[in-house]
């Protein structure tokens, strides 16, 4: 497994932007797909991006594309995710996951290892 731990949330106006980051401990980072999860009050947790090993193959959930990247700097064995055109329903705990698996993997049943969390507010 691979340690991860979130950062970059905060709480922001609508239409504003934040970016989170996800740090990575361990050696094999470029053996993991990366995706980014979130959780809203009282709602399961969602798929919101994923991104494979490279970089060179990404999935978004419907209701960010056009608005979320996601991206990943292997020499800093960080994840990111840029959040622009914030909304209020955006609103939510944020999670990275890693797992050798597919950007296709939107289940957060087949994400092994996860951060802790980072809060995102958008008022509205």
């Known amino acids: 497994q691979v340690q991860l731990v979130e950062s970059g949330g905060g709480l922001v106006q609508a239409g504003g932007s934040l970016r989170l980051s996800c740090a990575a401990s361990g050696r094999t980072f470029t053996s993991y797909a990366m995706g980014w999860f979130r959780q809203a009050p009282g709602k399961e947790r969602e798929f919101v991006a994923a991104i494979n090993w490279s970089g060179g193959r990404l999935n978004y959930a419907d209701s960010v594309k056009g608005r979320f990247t996601i991206s990943r700097d292997n020499a800093k064995n960080t994840v990111f995710l840029q959040m622009n055109s914030l909304k209020p329903e955006d609103t939510a705990v944020y999670y990275c996951?890693?797992?050798?698996?597919?950007?296709?993997?939107?289940?957060?049943?087949?994400?092994?290892?996860w951060g802790q969390g980072t809060q995102v507010i958008v008022s509205s």
């Open positions: 996951a890693a797992d050798r698996t597919s950007v296709a993997a939107t289940s957060t049943r087949t994400w092994g290892s």
